[in-house]
Nanobody, 123 residues
């Protein structure tokens, strides 16, 4: 069974940092691209960052460039999202997802999703 499990969310003050983890089970990590998405109340789900497990290519939304870093540990089947200089507008539920297609920031391109982890940034 394919499963993605996020962890690492929490409450942090503006300017602080969090590291999210996405552990993957039930599939060969190397064959997939992994993306991080977020959804704030009343807003659509948006792409934050993604990584191609095959060649390590990474992509970021403009709103997080220079603050967030995505990385993967293929041996552990885990992708990380290091979030620095957090802002109140980063508050959302963060999801990781997997696709057999190329790394993309489009949610409907992804086949498997985790349950999400809440990130709350206070001002």
């Amino acid at each position: 069974e394919v499963q993605l499990v996020e962890s690492g969310g929490g409450l942090v003050q503006a300017g602080g940092s969090l590291r999210l983890s996405c552990a993957a089970y039930g599939f060969t990590f190397d064959d997939y691209a992994i993306g991080w998405f977020r959804q704030a109340p009343g807003k659509e789900r948006e792409g934050v960052s993604c990584i191609s497990s095959s060649d390590g290519s990474t992509y970021y939304a403009d709103s997080v460039k220079g603050r967030f870093t995505i990385s993967s540990d293929n041996a552990k089947n885990t992708v990380y999202l290091q979030m620095n200089s957090l802002k109140p507008e980063d508050t959302a539920v963060y999801y990781c997802a997997a696709t057999v297609l190329v790394a993309t920031m489009i949610p409907y391109e992804y086949d498997y999703w985790g349950q999400g982890t809440q990130v709350t940034v206070s001002s």
